[in-house]
């Protein structure tokens, strides 16, 4: 929002611009806010899941994550149950130690690294599936 309206302001400051070079009022005309506005998408404000969406890893992850439970507690942008995923990869950094100490915390189960409320244990997972999981979480980066 803050940018678009920037953004409207220099294309005004422009128009003005052409008006005092000489273009007259029919170039402050067509050089108005609302024609240049679908092109200011601002980059920015792009969701997580935008970002990361076509991304191998994101993909597998996701597909994983939505076949067992971890969705009911945790979400991308906003903390649940859980962290929010994108609050997990700021705390981790993205090395395969970190991806095996966490899909293994996944299963097992834990608690105290982001309150008191536990995480149960997923004995039913394999270190395989939880790694894809954890691959897809640490690679949602702002
Ligand atoms: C019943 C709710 C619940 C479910 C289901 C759940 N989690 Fe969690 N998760 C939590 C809570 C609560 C924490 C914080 C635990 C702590 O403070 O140590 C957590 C923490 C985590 C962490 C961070 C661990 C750390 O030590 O920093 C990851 C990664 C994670 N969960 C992934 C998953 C994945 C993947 C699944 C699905 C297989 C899943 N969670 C299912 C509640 C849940």
């Given at each position: 929002?803050?940018?678009?309206?920037?953004?409207?302001?220099?294309?005004?400051?422009?128009a003005g611009l052409a008006f005092a070079?000489?273009?007259?009022?029919?170039?402050?005309?067509?050089?108005?806010?609302?024609?240049?506005?679908?092109?200011?998408?601002?980059?920015?404000?792009?969701?997580?899941?935008?970002?990361y969406k076509d991304?191998?890893?994101?993909?597998?992850?996701?597909?994983?994550?939505?076949?067992?439970?971890?969705?009911?507690?945790?979400?991308?942008?906003?903390?649940?149950?859980?962290?929010?995923?994108?609050?997990?990869?700021?705390?981790?950094?993205?090395?395969?130690?970190?991806?095996?100490?966490?899909?293994?915390?996944?299963?097992?189960?834990?608690?105290?690294?982001?309150?008191?409320?536990?995480?149960?244990?997923?004995?039913?997972?394999?270190?395989?599936?939880?790694?894809?999981?954890?691959?897809?979480?640490?690679?949602?980066?702002?």
């Open positions: 929002m803050k940018i678009t309206r920037s953004l409207n302001f220099g294309l005004l400051a422009l070079c000489g273009g007259g009022e029919k170039a402050a005309e067509t050089a108005t806010p609302e024609a240049a506005a679908p092109a200011a998408a601002p980059a920015q404000e792009i969701s997580l899941e935008d970002k991304d191998p890893i994101y993909i597998k992850g996701l597909e994983k994550l939505k076949a067992s439970d971890c969705t009911s507690c945790h979400m991308v942008e906003r903390k649940i149950v859980g962290p929010s995923y994108a609050d997990v990869a700021a705390k981790y950094e993205n090395t395969e130690e970190n991806v095996t100490m966490l899909a293994q915390k996944v299963i097992a189960g834990g608690v105290g690294v982001w309150g008191e409320v536990p995480m149960p244990a997923h004995p039913g997972l394999s270190e395989e599936d939880a790694k894809d999981m954890i691959r897809y979480v640490l690679l949602l980066k702002k």
